[in-house]
């Protein structure tokens, strides 16, 4: 079972940035998503943006222009860019993998709490 390992959750300011990153804990070589989904109070668990092993990549609507998805094969990691925050961005993010030959397979991460709020 590969594990995940998130950082860089925290509290800023809205319009701040903060980078979240996940590890995994080995390599993936084919037929991955991997990505970033969030639940916020109230509200159901959303998926934030995603990245495949062809490197396409997709996002909720609601980050379009502020949230940048990213991928470091070398250190089996993927990165969440977050810019120009705003306080509707405030959730628990969790790091997301499906993999295998027909996607058959899940991890998640521990949750990383970003709060957004002056």
């Known amino acids: 079972q590969v594990r995940l390992v998130e950082s860089g959750g925290g509290l800023v300011q809205p319009g701040g940035s903060l980078r979240l990153s996940c590890a995994a804990s080995?390599?993936?070589?084919?037929?991955?998503?991997m990505g970033w989904y969030r639940q916020a109070p109230g509200k159901q668990r959303e998926m934030v943006a995603i990245?495949?092993?062809?490197?396409?990549?997709n996002y909720v609507s609601s980050v379009l222009g502020r949230f940048t998805i990213s991928r470091d094969n070398a250190e089996n990691t993927v990165a969440l860019q977050m810019d120009s925050l705003i306080p509707e961005d405030t959730a628990v993010y969790y790091c997301?993998?499906?993999?295998?030959?027909?996607?058959?397979?899940?991890?998640w991460g521990q949750g990383t709490q970003v709060t957004v709020s002056s």
């Open positions: 990245i495949t092993d062809d490197g396409t990549t």
């Open positions: 080995e390599s993936l070589f084919t037929n991955y998503v």
């Open positions: 997301y993998l499906m993999y295998g030959s027909t996607y058959q397979y899940k991890s």
